[in-house]
């Protein structure tokens, strides 16, 4: 019987990559997107085991909804990626109540209301794999960026006061914070602005959607079965 995986904001950048990465290695894969509908639904029609569901990961009606679909249709529920986030870039005396909020809302909030609704699932069938999308800045922290490093700071301590908690039913929790990665995130970065970051980078690169999605799998292997409530970053060695 083959595993499913749900991955949430999975129609760009490093989602559709994890997305397509475990359809390619034979899992069953639910692709969970909010505004993204063409772009879910074309990476759907390249593979007959992607599934695309709609639903704003911070609504808790949407993410039982989502949830339920998942259980009815799949039956079991191996892995969580929670990938979905927005960023905001600008200073902090710049930034309203509610930018703050909504920042906290899609990427914090939201990763707290579909780990809920898994959970009861991966503790009744004894075990899943739950893996959240951090970011370099979660670790360090960037200037002009301060409301979206808290924010993936957030989703660290979450992970590892999880992992302490469901370890006991053999559920695993762990975080991938990427460093700069080629997405629409950074795509307003310029040419100089790459060269400088590559510069920075012992292994002189940027890294790609693939190396994340490939991180992802590992974690959610059987391979990573006594690893949890770590932090992993692929970057290259620009931070260490």
Known sequence: MSKTVIVTGGSRGIGKAIAQKFAEEGYNVLLNYHKSEFSAVE??????????????????????????????????????????????????????????????????????????EVLPHMIAQKGGKIINISSVWGLIGASTEVAYS??????????????????????????????????????????????????????????????????AFYLASDSANYITGQVLSPNGGWVM
């Open 150 to 215: 808290a924010t993936k700071a957030a989703i660290i301590g979450f992970t590892k006061a999880l992992a302490k908690e469901v370890g006991p039913s053999n559920i695993t929790v762990n975080s991938i914070a990427p460093g700069i990665v080629m997405t629409d995130m950074v795509s307003n970065l310029s040419v100089e602005e790459f060269d400088q970051i590559r510069n920075e980078i012992p292994l002189g690169q940027i890294g790609s959607t693939e190396d994340i999605a490939d991180a």
């Open 43 to 116: 990476t759907a029609k390249k593979y007959n085991n992607i599934d695309v569901f709609k639903a704003d990961i911070s609504s808790p009606k949407d993410v039982e909804a989502m949830i339920n679909y998942a259980k009815e249709k799949y039956k079991k529920i191996d892995v969580l990626i929670n990938n979905a986030g927005i960023s905001s870039t600008g200073l902090l005396q710049d930034l309203s109540l509610e930018e703050w909020n909504h920042l906290f809302e899609v990427n914090v909030t939201g990763t707290f209301l579909v780990t809920r």
